[in-house]
Each structure stands twice: as structure tokens, then as C-alpha cells.
């Protein structure tokens, strides 16, 4: 990656293909802002959680960058107490909690990872700071 990215973390949203380049699409249209991890996964990787203000920079399928993110918040709950604000926030187009719920557990479970309604999950919301062009340059939003 660009040395303009100072380093920063990649952000890999789903398995590359058609479900990863739906999401950064979604997350460059500013309809995503949210998503939901298992907690179990950071503990399993022994990575650090998301923090407010951290910035990773957002991968393609081909594994380019095409923007940066900001973490705006993190909570971890239960999956049974995702909210409907989250899953809207996701923006994934899910039109109910359980079409929601449904399509998480499916990808959890494609990675064999079981998921019941006390599974822990980290639940994310950021920012869109900044889109990267076919040629690596940084355009920032307006409000950075």
C-alpha cells in the first residue's frame, strides 16, 4: 500500500468476491457505516478491538485500497441485543432483524464458527474519511 497510508491496518469487509466488493461499494456510497464481528475472533487472533478514532484503510477484492475508515464506536454485547439502528447502519439491505441475523450466521458459519444468542459481538460504527482513486490518491471528505 501507499506509503500515504502511514502504516495504517487493512480493513477486509467479508471474503473477497462478490460479497466484499458489495459491502465496500455499499461503505463508498456512505450507506454502510456499522458492522458486527465476532468477539471470539479477536480473542481467537489475540488482536486488539477496535477503538474510537482508529483508521484502517478499506481493501477490494483484489486487495486494493480504496478508502479509509474511522472507528466512531464500539460496543459489545450479545447477538441477541443487536438493535435495529445497527443493522441499518450496516447497510447491507437486510429488511428485517431476522434477514439480518440470518445472512450474519451464515457467513459466521462458513468460517465454522458456531453462533448462538449469547455470542459475543463487537459491534462497530465509522466513518467514511476518505476515497481512494484507481491511481492511490487520497480524495477526503469535506468534514475531516
Known amino acids: 500500500m501507499s506509503s500515504e497510508f502511514g502504516g495504517l491496518p487493512k480493513a477486509e ?12 461499494a455499499a461503505i463508498l456510497a456512505g450507506a454502510k457505516t456499522a ?11 489475540g488482536a486488539p478491538l477496535p477503538e474510537p478514532g ?11 485500497p480504496v478508502a479509509v475508515i474511522e472507528v466512531t ?10 438493535d435495529p439502528a445497527h443493522v441499518t ?16 450466521e451464515r457467513f459466521w458459519r462458513s ?13 462497530e460504527r ?6 481512494v482513486d484507481e491511481t492511490g490518491l487520497v480524495n477526503r471528505n469535506r468534514d475531516m
Do not use: C, Q
Not at 458492522?35 to 487472533?45: A, H, I, N
Not at 468460517?111 to 459491534?123: I, K, Q, S, Y
Not at 465509522?126 to 476515497?131: Q, W
Open 13 to 24: 469487509f467479508g471474503y473477497p468476491g462478490p460479497l466484499r466488493d458489495r459491502l465496500v
Open 35 to 45: 458492522t458486527t464481528s465476532l468477539l471470539v475472533d479477536y480473542e481467537r487472533e
Open 54 to 64: 482508529a483508521r484502517s484503510v478499506v481493501v477490494d477484492s483484489a486487495d486494493r
Open 73 to 82: 464506536r464500539v460496543r459489545i454485547a450479545p447477538l441477541k441485543d443487536v
Open 89 to 104: 447502519a450496516e447497510g447491507e439491505g437486510d429488511a428485517t432483524m431476522a434477514e439480518w441475523r440470518a445472512a450474519h
Open 111 to 123: 468460517g465454522a464458527r458456531a453462533v448462538d444468542d449469547n455470542t459475543m459481538v463487537v459491534l
Open 126 to 131: 465509522f466513518r467514511l474519511v476518505a476515497r
